[in-house]
Structure formats: C-alpha cells, structure tokens
C-alpha cells in the first residue's frame, strides 16, 4: 500500500536549522510535496518537487531559506529548512500523487499525506 513517512522534526532556534525527511513507499510518485499547518491556520503549500523532473516548486515567504531536494534511488525527499523564523512554527506534512487532478502547489493534488511531523522554532 502506497504511502509517505515524514521524520526530522524538533526544536530550533530563531535563525536555525533542520531537515526534514519524507519516505515514500509503494508507488512511484509524480510529485511530492511539503505542507505545513500551524496552530488555528489552514494547511499551506510549502514547497513541491517533481520526481523524474528537476522542477521545483516554492513560496516567497520558503525561497531562499527552505530548499526541497531528492534522491530517487532511496525514494526520498528532503527540505533543507535554514534560517528558521518562529511563524514556521507548525506541522508538517509531506505529500505524494503518482496522478495529480491539480497544480501540485495546491494540497487537491495529493492523494497520499504523511501523519506529520512538529517543527517548533522559538527562543
């Protein structure tokens, strides 16, 4: 059964870092993406990757501080977050589609989510 495992959340400070690891398992994905929710917000788009293509996918308020990488042969996707502001403060949540029904900056193209993982950033 197709599905997608999220690990590397913790703590960090204001200025920080942490990666992020996404494991996908089961299907061949088209595209995997990163989401986040923070507390009492809606699901955001954080940024996307296309598996068998070296496009990627950001949000002005990610780019240049966030980077999205992969390696195909471990079925893995990474987002490299540097320079971590508390409003990253959320959870996030790593997404698959072999099959996307929309532009895969949006979480309707995923059909495959992860349970999440807690990134906190404060002082």
């Known amino acids: 059964q197709a599905h997608v495992e999220e690990s590397g959340g913790g703590w960090a400070q204001p200025g920080g870092a942490l990666r992020l690891t996404c494991i996908a398992s089961?299907?061949?994905?088209?595209?995997v993406g990163w989401f986040r929710q923070a507390p009492e917000k809606e699901r955001e788009f954080v940024q996307a990757?296309?598996?068998?293509?070296?496009?990627?996918f950001t949000t002005s308020t990610t780019s240049g501080r966030f980077a999205i990488s992969k390696d195909t042969a471990l079925n893995a996707v990474y987002l490299q977050m540097n320079d971590l502001r508390p409003d990253d403060t959320g959870v996030y949540y790593c997404?698959?589609?072999?099959?996307?029904?929309?532009?895969?900056?949006?979480?309707?193209?995923?059909?495959?989510w992860g349970q999440g993982t807690q990134v906190t950033v404060s002082s």
């Open positions: 089961g299907l061949t994905p088209y595209a």
């Open positions: 997404a698959a589609t072999a099959r996307p029904l929309a532009p895969v900056t949006t979480a309707r193209a995923y059909d495959i």
């Open positions: 990757t296309l598996w068998h293509a070296h496009s990627t």
